[in-house]
């Protein structure tokens, strides 16, 4: 079994450990390095080029925003979760610099270990209590969305995908078929001309539909 390699990047020890072991406990999870800045995560990133990087917002130097930035422009491919303590003011911000997460530190084992192989599998994955902040940001959606020329059901679906759910919870919620939320995430981002769902979201907000 190929492991998902993660790189831990924060400026407290005891976290990054914490975090370790809570992850070592995954046998499909290899934590393959660790940074206390932003200077040290692209170093680190080049030299070990993981997967996925838990990254802290507020570490010495570069902060998490701009390092985040920078990792995504050098490896596209790779994932960036932002784990913090901090809450929504940084979450638009942190998904235009091109995070695929965003995650307080309260998190528990589980909902990192599934969250970790939901940016793998290409999700956008928002805490909940996060979510439903951009959930009220997207009153003006309607009116906004016209812009973009999304349908009613679209718009339903960006919203449920800013408010945290993954596709099959969207399902559930708007009683249709796991594939037809799919193939609707394909057309929202066509008509958006962004290549992820995260950065659905990030155009969402940049022109001001969250």
């Known amino acids: 079994m190929t492991k998902i390699r993660v790189l831990l990047v924060d400026d407290h020890k005891i976290m990054r450990q914490g975090m370790r072991?809570?992850?070592?406990?995954?046998?499909?999870?290899?934590?393959v390095g660790e940074a206390e800045t932003g200077e040290d995560a692209l170093?680190?990133?080049?030299?070990?080029?993981?997967?996925?990087?838990?990254?802290?917002?507020?570490?010495p130097g570069m902060?998490?925003?701009?390092?985040?930035?920078?990792?995504?422009?050098?490896?596209p491919d790779m994932d960036v979760v932002m784990l913090t303590s901090y809450a929504d003011d940084y979450v638009p911000e942190a998904i235009e610099a091109g995070a695929s997460g965003y995650l307080l530190k309260?998190?528990?084992?589980?909902?990192?270990?599934?969250?970790?192989?939901?940016?793998?599998?290409?999700?956008?994955?928002?805490?909940?209590?996060?979510?439903?902040?951009?959930?009220?940001?997207?009153?003006?959606?309607?009116?906004?969305?016209?812009?973009?020329?999304?349908?009613?059901?679209?718009?339903?679906?960006?919203?449920?995908?800013?408010?945290?759910?993954?596709?099959?919870?969207?399902?559930?919620q708007i009683f249709v078929s796991h594939a037809t939320v799919k193939r609707d995430l394909r057309q929202i981002m066509r008509k958006?001309?962004?290549?992820?769902?995260?950065?659905?979201?990030?155009?969402a907000h940049r022109r001001k539909l969250i």
């Open 21 to 31: 072991h809570l992850l070592e406990l995954d046998e499909g999870i290899e934590v």
């Open 43 to 59: 170093a680190e990133a080049d030299l070990k080029r993981p997967d996925v990087v838990l990254m802290d917002i507020r570490i």
């Open 63 to 75: 902060d998490g925003i701009e390092a985040t930035r920078q990792l995504k422009r050098a490896y």
């Open 106 to 172: 309260s998190v528990d084992y589980g909902e990192l270990s599934r969250a970790i192989r939901a940016v793998r599998a290409g999700e956008a994955i928002i805490d909940r209590s996060l979510g439903r902040e951009l959930f009220r940001r997207f009153a003006d959606l309607s009116r906004a969305s016209k812009e973009a020329d999304l349908s009613g059901r679209e718009r339903d679906i960006l919203r449920l995908l800013a408010s945290g759910l993954n596709a099959k919870e969207i399902a559930g």
């Open 192 to 203: 958006l001309n962004v290549e992820s769902r995260t950065h659905a979201i990030a155009e």
